[in-house]
T-cell receptor, first 113, second 114 residues
Framework: DGGITQSPKYLFRKEGQNVTLSCEQN?????MYWYRQDPGQGLRLIYY???????QKGDIAEGYSVSREKKESFPLTVTSAQKNPTAFYLC????????????FGPGTRLTVT | GQQVMQIPQYQHVQEGEDFTTYCNSS?????IQWYKQRPGGHPVFLIQ?????EVKKQKRLTFQFGEAKKNSSLHITATQTTDVGTYFC??????????????FGQGTTLQVKP
């Protein structure tokens, strides 16, 4: 059953703690993306990776970090430096460049108090 | 910077009425993609347009890409309650090639009253 998975669905953390969100895909896609979605807002790109061991900052990378050690996995760490981390985080993958459709995971809703 | 604007932000319609959302870019786009996100769900790809003036249909949905490749529209004929959700457009600015990234509009949220 091919797809993209994110875990957990809901995550609660205290302020000052780092937290890592998981994203796994078995679609054999080269490119993976992390987006942040706030209520009533569109999708803002945090980081993206077009190939293993390489990634680029998106529009709102400050306070976040990623790694891409395996093709299937693209975890996102929300660090304590992120000033407003409470949001809905979406991971996506695609075959390659932005000329290909993106497949989204179910998302992780992070609440930091 | 490069921006993709969508209007309206919200639209409430009576079931059976038509609905249109518009997407406008500040720069020429290589492509335009449309996604639908149901309440509580994640975006799902609907369609991609790449040619100037292109029109594509999916049942009651009609997608257009403008002649100048700077705007697009999604029209739904005779809305149904299953059409409820947020519709996003996204485009790749021309000339950014393989390193470019999709720019998403803010989305139009459609509510349908039965």
């Amino acid at each position: 059953d091919g797809g993209i998975t994110q875990s957990p669905k809901y995550l609660f953390r205290k302020e000052g703690q780092n937290v890592t969100l998981s994203c796994e895909q078995n679609l054999n896609h080269d490119a993976m993306y992390w987006y942040r979605q706030d209520p009533g807002q569109g999708l803002r790109l945090i980081y993206y990776s077009q190939i293993v061991n390489d990634f680029q900052k998106g529009d709102i990378a400050e306070g976040y970090s990623v790694s891409r050690e395996k093709k299937e996995s693209f975890p996102l760490t929300v660090t304590s430096a992120q000033k407003n981390p409470t949001a809905f985080y979406l991971c996506a993958s695609s075959m390659g460049t932005a000329l290909y459709e993106q497949y989204f995971g179910p998302g992780t809703r992070l609440t930091v108090t | 910077g490069q921006q993709v604007m969508q209007i309206p932000q919200y639209q409430h319609v009576q079931e059976g009425e038509d609905f249109t959302t518009y997407c406008n870019s500040s720069t020429t786009l290589s492509n335009i993609q449309w996604y639908k996100q149901r309440p509580g769900g994640h975006p799902v790809f609907l369609i991609q347009l790449v040619k100037s003036g292109e029109v594509k249909k999916q049942k009651r949905l009609t997608f257009q890409f403008g002649e100048a490749k700077k705007n697009s529209s999604l029209h739904i004929t005779a809305t149904q309650t299953t059409d409820v959700g947020t519709y996003f457009c996204a485009g790749l600015p021309s000339g950014t090639g393989n390193t470019g990234k999709l720019i998403f509009g803010q989305g139009t949220t459609l509510q349908v009253k039965p």
